[in-house]
């Protein structure tokens, strides 16, 4: 992964005016994780606000609101916010994303206080809930987490960040790692999947590779993550609050974790040395279904072996025949389709007969 040097950087920024820094900086802020928020508010604030916002942080009790985020999660798991339950008032059942929104601000907070651990158990129960919320009616909202306002990806940023400086990689190389399978999610964390909380959220994957700078590093967080698989496969049953069967959540796993799957592949198809680390992962139990048929058909393009590769992507065609990662990849090396992809690839060519939106194979 390129990156510019401090000279290469500040020879880059020589030629921009006034005008074009603030946009540049402005674009940062506002795409940019809330880790990047937080720093650019903290060199804009002047000196005595920088002050006065470490003085809040270590002002509040990592402990207290670990404690008060866990009651928080609790009630709302046992539907005490969804219906008639003494322990929630009527009014606190209507206002419950203030509540929300205060814990959120006051984990962050946490992960800056010498508690750090608290701080990050407090901000991980907050992103576990989040993440269950999309099904799970744990409150009056069509949306919980637009309504909440909460960008999941940006507090996983932040958490992961504040793990790397103060707990060392080693720590934050297996943290990530666990909480990548359980967080990830393919298209976002809102229900609806668009609007202005859905178009701020960025994949955990790329979130991960960018803080990954060096090989050694993304070795390190490969081994930790299928680690995290075994975890997994050796859970209990009862342990995952799902409703799927241990089929379907191989399935969803793997579709949630296409993208660090292929993140992997393109860093690793050609390494020798990390050959072990793909073959493990294409093989392993805790994931299955058409995405898995397809990530060792790409392996085995990488590796020569384009006759099987073929073979595979059209077994994933089979099931998913409408995938247009599937059908694009097919065409690319010939593989031919069952009848039902080459029916929707040929109407989708006929949509756009340019075939700059859809290509099919043959």
């Given at each position: 992964m390129h990156r510019m040097n401090r000279e290469q950087f500040f020879s880059a920024m020589a030629g921009l005016d006034e005008d074009q820094l603030r946009k540049a900086l402005w674009n940062l802020y506002w795409r940019g994780s809330a880790a990047i928020r937080e720093r650019i508010e903290a060199e804009l604030a002047p000196g005595d606000a920088r002050s006065r916002s470490r003085e809040v942080a270590r002002s509040v009790d990592p402990r207290e609101v670990l404690d008060e985020v866990r009651e928080f999660v609790s009630l709302a798991r046992s539907g005490s916010y969804m219906a008639g339950d003494r322990r929630v008032s009527p009014r606190e059942r209507t206002r419950w994303r203030f509540t929300f929104k205060r814990l959120v601000t006051q984990s962050r907070q946490a992960l800056l206080a010498d508690d750090f651990a608290?701080?990050?158990?407090?901000?991980?129960?907050?992103?576990?809930?989040?993440?269950?919320?999309?099904?799970?009616?744990?409150?009056?909202?069509?949306?919980?987490?637009?309504?909440?306002?909460?960008?999941?990806?940006?507090?996983?940023?932040?958490?992961?960040?504040?793990?790397?400086?103060?707990?060392?990689f080693p720590v934050f190389a297996k943290d990530a790692a666990e909480q990548l399978v359980r967080w990830e999610s393919r298209f976002g964390w809102t229900r609806r999947g668009f609007g202005r909380v859905s178009e701020k959220e960025a994949p955990?994957?790329?979130?991960?590779?960018?803080?990954?700078?060096?090989?050694?590093?993304?070795?390190?967080?490969?081994?930790?993550?299928?680690?995290?698989?075994?975890?997994v496969v050796s859970a209990p049953a009862g342990q995952n609050r799902s409703w799927r069967t241990a089929s379907r959540q191989r399935d969803v796993r793997t579709q949630e974790l296409a993208r660090w799957h292929l993140l992997l592949l393109d860093?690793?198809?050609?390494?020798?040395?990390?050959?072990?680390?793909?073959?493990?992962?294409?093989?392993?139990?805790?994931?299955?279904?058409?995405?898995?048929?397809?990530?060792?058909?790409?392996?085995?393009?990488?590796r020569g072996d384009t006759d099987h590769a073929r073979s595979l992507v059209h077994d994933s065609l089979c099931t998913l025949p409408g995938h247009q990662g599937f059908l694009d990849f097919a065409h690319e090396i010939g593989a031919p389709l069952p009848p039902r992809a080459r029916q929707i690839a040929e109407e989708r060519l006929r949509w756009d007969p340019t075939g700059t939106g859809v290509r099919g194979g043959t």
């Open positions: 608290s701080g990050a158990a407090a901000m991980a129960a907050v992103i576990d809930l989040a993440c269950e919320c999309r099904g799970y009616d744990y409150f009056h909202s069509d949306d919980p987490v637009e309504a909440a306002g909460l960008v999941v990806s940006d507090e996983v940023a932040l958490l992961w960040d504040r793990t790397l400086k103060r707990s060392g955990l994957a790329d979130v991960l590779a960018r803080m990954l700078s060096v090989h050694d590093a993304w070795i390190t967080v490969t081994d930790c993550y299928l680690s995290a698989l075994d975890q860093r690793f198809a050609d390494d020798a040395d990390a050959a072990g680390l793909l073959g493990r992962l294409a093989a392993h139990p805790a994931l299955g279904g058409p995405e898995l048929t397809f990530l060792r058909s790409m392996l085995a393009h990488r």
